[in-house]
């Protein structure tokens, strides 16, 4: 304790000094007078506590990985290697000389069920670059595909294997009945670009510079319970860009306002009723 009263005592006289006051040494407690410099190094802790709890929480939130398989899924297609053939997110595969189709398939729509006929085949895909019903390439082409399906095996862990196939599940909608309003207002998702910046089944987490999170929230993350308080907050979203509720609030709107990407206001691209299926769409996917 005495250390720290002297260190009181000297900041004061350099204090007074460089105000060319005072050369007097005065006993901290002894006046008024020394109450200030001793809220100021009060204020200078808390601002400092709360500049490196910013800075922690800022540095956890980038670095916290994602909370559900398909989304860790998601990110191990990108680390792994697998959106060079088939495109980004997996969705639209790029042209591939030789293949059966001429181009790499994408992981969105219907085309993986037509490739897979179940969990397992998925699997073999992954570990062997063929499920074991199919012969090797090239299975139906003309010539052995320039870009062919590497093998796994032995790159991956179980849970890695896991993830990678409920992402492939998630944008497949895989082995999944979809109810009409859902499966329309899939394909208006498909239509308007909503995956360019979600990622199909809106599990990516797009980098976004000046945003909150560092990236755009996934769907099916925990900031959804944030964002979207209800079915009308959902419906802001899409037509306007935000909800009226963040809108208001200076906070929310300094990092809305202040990211790279914008959420766009789809009003003038969408009747009642698409808006309505869009909704849907979204609100399947959050009770899977
Ligand atoms: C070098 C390019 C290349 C890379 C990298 C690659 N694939 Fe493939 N993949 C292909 C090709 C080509 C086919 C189609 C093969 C055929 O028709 O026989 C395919 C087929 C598939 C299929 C079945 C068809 C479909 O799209 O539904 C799955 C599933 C798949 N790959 C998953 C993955 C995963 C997961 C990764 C990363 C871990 C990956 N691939 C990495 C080229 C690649
Ligand atoms: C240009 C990129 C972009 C496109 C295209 C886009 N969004 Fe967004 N979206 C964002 C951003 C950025 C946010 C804001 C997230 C934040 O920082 O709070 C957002 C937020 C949302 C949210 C709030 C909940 C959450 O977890 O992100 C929903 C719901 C949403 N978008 C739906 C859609 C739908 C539906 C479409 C297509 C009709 C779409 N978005 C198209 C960038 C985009």
Partial sequence: MPHARRDHGTGFVRYNETMGTSRTVVAPDATGAAEAPRRARAIAVVLGLAIVSIA????????????????RGA?????????????PHGAGGVPDPGARAGFVPGWDGPTVATFARDEAELREWILDGRPRRLPPPPHGARAKPALPMPAYRGRLTDIEIGDLVAYLEA????????????????????????????????????PNPGSFKGYIPPWDGSEWAELVHDEAE?????????????????????FLDGQ???????????????????????QWLRAR
Wanted: proline share 6%; with cysteine; net charge positive.
């Fill in 56 to 71: 922690i929480a800022a540095a956890t939130r980038r670095t916290r990985g994602p909370s559900s398989p398909a989304g």
């Fill in 75 to 87: 990110e191990l297609a990108v680390s792994l290697g697998c959106v060079a053939c088939h495109g």
């Fill in 171 to 206: 944008v497949s909608a895989f082995g999944v009945e979809l109810p009409d309003p859902v499966f329309d207002g899939r394909q208006l998702a498909i239509r308007l670009g909503c995956f360019g910046c979600h990622g199909p089944a809106g599990i990516a987490r797009t």
């Fill in 260 to 282: 790279a990407l914008q959420m766009p206001a789809y009003r003038a691209f969408l009747t009642d009723d698409e808006t309505t299926r869009l909704v849907a769409y979204l």
């Fill in 234 to 254: 959902l419906r802001e979203w899409i037509l306007d860009g935000r909800p009226e509720r963040l809108q208001k609030s200076a906070v929310a709107r300094h």
